[in-house]
């Protein structure tokens, strides 16, 4: 394997590390949030934290930005919906 494949690989999973703790942290504050739009506020920066990550992995590969991979970055902003507004 390439060591530049290898760098790719290490960059991507440390973006996603990184970016999907933020994110979901977001989503989690978002429960315990009091101020007036704080909890859809929120919400709507770990989905943008969340499709921020995807793109910059989708850049770091070098492949199309536009792919139905980048809903996953969604996933933390969804969850966080579903337990502070479905549930």
Do not use: C
């Not at 991979?69 to 507004?85: K, R």
């Amino acid at each position: 394997m390439q060591v530049e494949r290898v760098q790719h690989w290490v960059m991507s999973a440390l973006l996603l590390t990184v970016a999907t703790i933020f994110a979901g942290g977001m989503s989690i504050l978002a429960g315990v949030a009091d101020g007036a739009g704080a909890k859809p506020g929120l919400l709507v920066i770990a989905a943008v934290v969340g499709l921020a990550a995807l793109v910059g992995v989708r850049l770091i590969n070098g492949r199309t930005l536009v792919t139905p991979w980048l809903l996953l970055g969604l996933l933390p902003a969804a969850v966080g919906f579903w337990f502070h507004y479905v549930r």
